[in-house]
């Protein structure tokens, strides 16, 4: 079905439904009313330290052990600390572990600390596979967001945390309920990839800020599974902060970390659209794709493989499954035919 789609493959805007029904923008207005908000709050944040204070960093890795950097407070990064070693780090290093804490390598860092870097290849790369799924979620998301006419609203809901070894990263929405009916054709997932492929070209970095609620309910008005999702997020800590990631002018609640640029995606297709059944009244599509970083390729028969595997519908209750399943092994690794025998999607 071509009806949905815009004249020229996906690039036309979506509507956004409000929470109030007599306020309704345009795509092109959510979009830039949050970029603008994300930045005026950023700013906010660093004028809070108009004299730079210095911080140590101590360096923890195996390579220059015990190298330490003075870096600005509130305004360095661990790629900035990357920088300071080798071409290797900045490239490599997709998370940074900051006092034992995870880090974006774009989060600036607050006080003195150790930190080491953490890559695709680590003999325990978990929270590099999950901020990796997390931010090809992300993507699909922007996707999504932009993918529709003007008459048709697009609604995103969640990116559900589901590890690699499900097979897809995933990504719930709610469209506009005059396409109930409407499946995705083999042509619109082709459509979505290209326009995904193109964010990823375009080599943006994903920045995190940590707001109040009220910030992020201005931002997200117009969303009401988002602002649902902002108040849980506020309740569980007691400053009531919520966390908010962008790249280029697209922002998103999102748990975090995320890897640090999108160029860091290599081989990357969105898959397939399944309808859930749920007890809300509207119809939540769930998206799914899978992808491979730059840094570990693989055959084109696995990623065939690959590919078919992420069309079957993923839950969060198999996942749950089968993640137990994997904690009653010995720590036991399989090959699957990539580089150095070594993914991040089986």
């Not at 407070?73 to 997709?94: D, F, G, Q, R």
Request: proline residues 4%; glycine residues 4%; contains cysteine.
């Amino acid at each position: 079905m071509a009806g949905p789609w815009a004249a020229r493959e996906l690039r036309a805007g979506s509507r956004y439904f409000s929470t109030l029904a007599f306020s309704q923008l345009t795509r092109e207005e959510v979009v830039r009313m949050r970029n603008e908000l994300f930045t005026k709050e950023k700013e906010r944040q660093l004028s809070l330290h108009p004299r730079i204070e210095k911080i140590e960093v101590k360096y923890t890795g195996k390579s220059h052990p015990g190298s330490v950097f003075v870096m600005n407070k509130a305004l360095s990064t661990p790629y900035n600390c990357a920088m300071h070693l080798s071409e290797w780090h900045c490239k490599k290093s997709v998370l940074a572990l900051v006092d034992g804490e995870i880090w974006d390598m774009y989060r600036p860092l607050t006080k003195s600390c150790e930190i080491e870097f953490l890559t695709f290849k680590d003999e325990d790369p978990e929270e590099v596979n999950k901020a990796y799924w997390r931010s090809c979620a992300m993507i699909m998301a922007c996707v999504l967001k932009r993918a529709f006419k003007d008459e048709y609203s697009v609604n995103l809901v969640k990116a559900p945390e589901v590890p690699v070894i499900s097979g897809a990263f995933c990504y719930d929405v709610v469209l506009d309920n005059k396409l109930n009916d409407w499946k995705p054709a083999k042509d619109n997932f082709c459509s979505l990839t290209r326009d995904a492929k193109k964010l990823i070209h375009q080599d943006m970095p994903f920045e995190t800020l940590h707001v109040e609620a009220k910030v992020a309910r201005e931002m997200f008005q117009h969303n009401i599974y988002k602002m649902e999702m902002i108040e849980r997020k506020a309740s569980q800590n007691m400053e009531g902060i919520v966390m908010l990631h962008r790249f280029g002018d697209f922002v998103d609640v999102s748990e975090g970390p995320h890897i640090p640029r999108t160029s860091f995606c290599f081989q990357y297709e969105i898959t397939a659209a399944h309808n859930l059944q749920t007890d809300q009244s509207e119809l939540i599509r769930r998206f799914q794709g899978v992808s491979l970083p730059v840094h570990l390729k693989a055959h084109h028969t696995v990623w065939h493989k690959l590919l078919e595997r992420s069309k079957t519908l993923v839950t969060e209750e198999e996942y749950l499954e089968a993640a137990e399943h994997l904690e009653t092994k010995d720590g036991t690794e399989e090959k699957d035919g990539t580089e150095e025998g070594k993914s991040v999607s089986i």
